[in-house]
């Protein structure tokens, strides 16, 4: 079974358009987080939640809102994309505030 | 100044050699530290964490941690080729399990 799942893997929409992304683990673990990873490879964090409550946010535009309807749930909804959000963004979680992160397979999103 | 600093590489070995991989932080209230691998195309993997001074080995990794001089570094023995990848070093500066990563060591070993 995989660990910590996201979909879709792959996202292609327009400028201006709304999408989200979703991620699930079945780790047990209390917190989840999102990264993304840009042309450069540079993989730089957003958010992170520990048992549904926001603990870290990056400066990411608020068209990004995070959403954790449970510890094993972290959703990213993006509004209003721009061709700079094409990433790859990445779900990855911990035990706790201080475990080892493991991370998802990721989920390229392309804004044409 | 970059918070957490590789070299970019490619850095290229044969097969069998000991590959080194380097990482420095600015951060010197750091409490721990990782190294993933990141094949092209995939998500990084975990490979080590080390949290204080010293050795630490797990097969045929190494990594080595010197919070004095702010360095950490990932030592691969017998090289293989299935090791080619982006090796990304990241560092938890503390609080919130905030991890600061590089920008990645490209490692070739060539047969």
């Known amino acids: ?112 | 100044q970059k918070e957490v600093e590789q070299n970019s590489g490619p850095l290229s070995v044969p097969e069998g050699a000991i590959a080194s991989l380097n990482c420095t932080y600015s951060d010197r209230g750091s409490q721990s530290f990782f190294w993933y691998r990141q094949y092209s195309g995939k998500s990084p993997e975990l490979i080590m964490s080390i949290y204080s001074n010293g050795d630490k080995e797990d097969g045929r990794f190494t990594a080595q941690l010197n919070k004095a001089s702010q360095y950490v570094s990932l030592l691969i023995r017998d090289s293989q080729p299935s090791d080619s990848a982006t090796y990304l070093c990241a560092v938890n500066p503390g609080g919130y399990n905030k991890l600061i990563f590089g920008a990645g060591t490209r490692l070739a070993v060539h047969p």
């Not at chain 1, 327009?14 to 979703?22: A, T």
């Not at chain 1, 540079?42 to 954790?68: A, D, G, W």
């Not at chain 1, 749930?73 to 201080?98: P, T």
């Open chain 1, 1 to 112: 079974d995989t660990a910590v799942s996201q979909t879709p893997k792959y996202l292609v929409t327009q400028m201006g358009n709304d999408k989200s992304i979703k991620c699930e683990q079945n780790l047990g673990h209390d917190t989840m987080y999102w990264y993304k990873q840009d042309s450069k490879k540079f993989l730089k964090i957003m958010f992170s939640y520990n048992n549904k409550e926001l603990i870290i946010n990056e400066t990411v535009p608020n068209r990004f809102s995070p959403k954790s309807p449970d510890k094993a749930h972290l959703n990213l909804h993006i509004n209003s994309l721009e061709l700079g959000d094409s990433a790859v963004y990445f779900c990855a979680s911990s035990q706790d505030l201080r475990g080892e992160q493991y991370f998802g397979p990721g989920t390229r999103l392309t804004v044409t």
